[in-house]
């Protein structure tokens, strides 16, 4: 995993220890599907293949942690998702997911 770790360091200052062992978990299951890099920018950390960014990290809360994935249409079946929302006048519809544990649903 390639990561700016000056500019990441910053994201994760402070954060409970909850939010750190489900930011960790987050990035290494992307890592089993393949290679990814952290891109902290300035109020979100972009998670990226080597193609494209593909999820923003917005929120590092203190029992959570807030990601935004990008998708060409909506996924309203799928109940990982708290909020679909189309980008204006873009074909882009972030789907917002919160991850609030590591464990499975069944």
Avoid at 71 to 76: A, E, I, L, T
């Amino acid at each position: 995993m390639d990561t700016n770790t000056n500019n990441l360091s910053g994201f994760l200052t402070e954060k409970s220890e909850h939010t750190l062992v489900l930011f960790h978990h987050f990035v290494s299951e992307f890592q089993k599907i393949g290679e990814v890099t952290l891109q902290p920018a300035k109020t979100m950390i972009g998670v990226a293949n080597a193609h494209k960014r593909i999820a923003w990290i917005t929120q590092l809360g203190k029992n959570f942690i807030h990601v935004v994935f990008p998708f060409k249409q909506p996924y309203p079946d799928n109940v990982c998702f708290q909020k679909i929302a189309q980008v204006p006048g873009d074909l882009q519809f972030n789907h917002h997911f919160r991850m609030l544990t590591k464990r499975r649903r069944e």
